[in-house]
């Protein structure tokens, strides 16, 4: 059974940086994309960066130029390199890894606060 575990999260500071982690554990077949989304309080849960299987990468307009998503698939992990962090980064955050037979995993979610 596979399972995402999430690591790294936590408070920082406005203008701080932050690196959270997503590894999965158990056998996770032909990975086709990771993701990182987040959810703030009240909102939908919303796509924040993602990675193809083969190195493209996309971003919300809200934090391009300051995140940085990157993987190792040898370790079947995403990361998410977060700097110049804002209050309205505040949110839970989840990854997801998609397979090219079109399962889907999620992680269990990691809280990321940023106090101004």
């Known amino acids: 059974q596979v399972q995402l575990v999430e690591s790294g999260g936590g408070l920082v500071q406005a203008g701080g940086s932050l690196n959270i982690s997503c590894a999965a554990s158990g056998s996770i077949i032909a990975i086709s994309a990771m993701n990182w989304y987040h959810q703030a309080p009240g909102k939908q849960r919303e796509l924040v960066a993602a990675?193809?299987?083969?190195?493209?990468?996309n971003y919300a307009d809200s934090v391009k130029g300051r995140f940085t998503i990157s993987r190792a698939m040898a370790k079947n992990s995403v990361y998410l390199q977060m700097d110049s962090l804002k209050p309205e980064d505040t949110a839970v955050y989840y990854c997801?890894?998609?397979?090219?037979?079109?399962?889907?995993?999620w992680g269990q979610g990691l809280q990321v606060t940023v106090s101004s």
């Open positions: 997801k890894m998609s397979t090219i037979l079109g399962n889907d995993y």
């Open positions: 990675i193809t299987l083969g190195g493209k990468t």
